[in-house]
């Protein structure tokens, strides 16, 4: 116990991170909690708590679920084999594989590979330290120039596989709201069941919806999936589709960032868009038209958020 009260959280986030970029790195690979440790700093005993603390996972848990995950994007392909698959995960048979995947999925690999339905895919939560002088910080990049990259992109007429909450109108009321046990979790299981989907026209978003796709009892902001017209394979229980009219959407794309200031470039985002005038385009904002939408943060890219607009004079 002493060990947990002499080290400051700040390390204790640093070194889960560490073995979360160990474990990406090597998934492929035997990893033992032995060389976890290593990467970590600290004695097995606390790597394994501080990873369940901080993951929701044991570091073996966290590990099996990462690679099935894995295993189950090359199959959803159809050019591989299952053993192959099995194998390439570090899995010592196709019986110890394919009973692994049936317990996370609910299928087996061999029925995935063929039918490639929507599956709750394991998509990792990055443990980040989040700077105790976050406001300050804010003031201060608020007032510093940025490049902004601003261009208005076709959508076409489509489905989109949304996952509803109650009440939500962002991001992290939504996650409260998603599933039964709320928070990170829910929010990650229901990303992970989009990003499964093969025949996706783009990443999954989350969106904020214009009044005439909100039924009554819904929230305004939901996550989901782009899919074409034909798309008509059964929908995992909780989701339902919408249909979509052709739209043209102006994106704004920040500047890279760091994994953890991404409050940050979101909220610099927000900001340009409160003051962005799209008549300079010839266009104005369409916001009952389509939904607004943001891509996931990943710092190398920057911020992406995307608003509906029409021509201001359309021929």
């Known amino acids: 116990m002493q060990e947990v009260r002499n080290i ?15 474990i990406e790195a090597h998934v492929s690979e ?3 909690l032995h060389q976890l440790a290593g990467t970590a700093g600290y004695s097995q005993w606390h790597c394994e708590r501080i990873f369940r603390e901080l993951t929701g996972k044991s570091p073996f848990e966290y ?30 048979s196709h019986e110890g594989f394919t009973k692994a995947f049936s317990r996370q ?13 929507a599956i709750p895919l394991f998509m990792p ?25 601003v261009q208005v992109v076709e959508r076409p007429e489509r489905q989109i596989m949304v996952k509803r909450g109650v009440k939500a109108t962002d991001y992290y009321t939504y996650c409260n ?36 796709m909100i039924p009554e009892g819904t929230s305004k902001y939901v996550q989901g999936v782009e899919l074409p017209l034909d798309y008509h394979k059964p929908l995992p229980e909780g989701y339902e589709m919408i249909t979509a009219p052709p739209c ?26 409160k003051t962005y005038n799209p008549k300079l385009y010839g266009y104005e904002w369409a916001d009952e038209d389509a939904p607004r939408f943001q ?16 021509p201001v004079n359309p021929v």
């Open 63 to 92: 590990i099996r679920a990462l690679r099935l995950s894995k295993a189950a994007l090359i199959l959803r392909e159809g050019r591989t084999k299952v053993i192959d698959v099995a194998f390439d995960f570090v899995f010592d």
């Open 8 to 22: 400051r959280q700040s390390d204790v986030v640093h070194a889960v991170s560490r073995m979360q970029d160990y």
């Open 177 to 212: 709201e998603a599933g039964d046990k709320g928070g990170c979790e829910a929010s990650e299981r229901i990303w992970g069941v989009l990003s499964s989907v093969k025949e996706a026209l783009y990443e999954p978003i989350g969106m904020w919806l214009p009044p005439k």
């Open 30 to 32: 035997p990893i033992t």
């Open 125 to 149: 939560y990055r443990v980040s330290v989040t700077p105790a002088s976050q406001e300050k910080e804010r003031e201060i990049m608020s007032t510093t120039t940025k490049t902004v990259f």
């Open 295 to 310: 891509l996931s943060p990943m710092g190398y890219r920057g911020y992406i958020e995307a608003r509906p607009v029409r």
């Open 248 to 273: 043209k959407m102006m994106v704004f794309q920040g500047q890279p960032y760091k994994d953890e200031d991404y409050e940050e470039a979101i909220f610099d985002i927000w900001e340009l868009m």
């Open 105 to 117: 999925f609910g299928l087996p690999p061999g029925r995935y590979r063929r039918e490639t339905p």
